[in-house]
T-cell receptor
């Protein structure tokens, strides 16, 4: 059972470039989310989805787009990369409904550097 | 002021010590309280999860929640070198979690 799979593991971009971070889960979770982790800041929610076709903004959505066309996949798009987006990005998923929604399963992360 | 404040560490203890990790919060709406453990270059994994005030024990780990003081703790008994990791508190309501910034723990053999 693969769980939550993120690709790539590492990426270097130049300012202004665009890219997509991939996330896939095989646990049939309805809820999926993207976090960024910065030193001293903890994990901050970027976007989340409660099911295919439904997405919403988190705490720090600016500069990122998401879509959810299938239950399994939840890609994160950087439209025009900026140095402030240098971070480690984590995708997470969970079962939906009630308290169990908060038990998140995380991927292993993508370390992104924007020069 | 952040909604969740966590002791920054880093914390270094000898093997076998009792470790206490703590977080405070300001949002009274938080209903769920969790501790995640994150090894270097890995994603966080859920360690402990509780709804209510009081203690919850799981092996060498005890999670404590005091809603009246808005304070949560994680105790690790008989700490092992394999416990060396960053510990993140998390709390939330509805569908969103707020994480603490994490405490880096090193258990020395």
């Amino acid at each position: 059972n693969a769980g939550v799979t993120q690709t790539p593991k590492f990426q270097v971009l130049k300012t202004g470039q665009s890219m997509t971070l991939q996330c896939a889960q095989d646990m049939n979770h309805e809820y999926m989310s993207w976090y960024r982790q910065d030193p001293g800041m903890g994990l901050r929610l970027i976007h989340y989805s409660v099911g295919a076709g439904i997405t919403d903004q988190g705490e720090v959505p600016n500069g990122y787009n998401v879509s959810r066309s299938t239950t399994e996949d939840f890609p994160l798009r950087l439209l025009s990369a900026a140095p402030s987006q240098t971070s480690v990005y984590f995708c997470a998923s969970s079962y939906t409904g009630g308290a169990t929604n908060e038990k998140l399963f995380f991927g292993s992360g993508t370390q992104l550097s924007v020069l | 002021q952040k909604e969740v404040e966590q002791d920054p560490g880093p914390l270094s203890v000898p093997e076998g010590a009792i470790v206490s990790l703590n977080c405070t919060y300001s949002n009274s709406a938080f209903q769920y309280f969790m501790w995640y453990r994150q090894y270097s270059r890995k994603g966080p994994e859920l360690l402990m999860y509780t709804y209510s005030s009081g203690n919850k024990e799981d092996g060498r780990f005890t999670a404590q929640v005091d809603k009246s003081s808005k304070y949560i703790s994680l105790f690790i008994r008989d700490s092992q070198p394999s416990d060396s990791a960053t510990y993140l508190c998390a709390m939330g309501s509805a569908r969103q979690l707020t994480f603490g910034s994490g405490t880096q723990l090193t258990v020395l053999p």
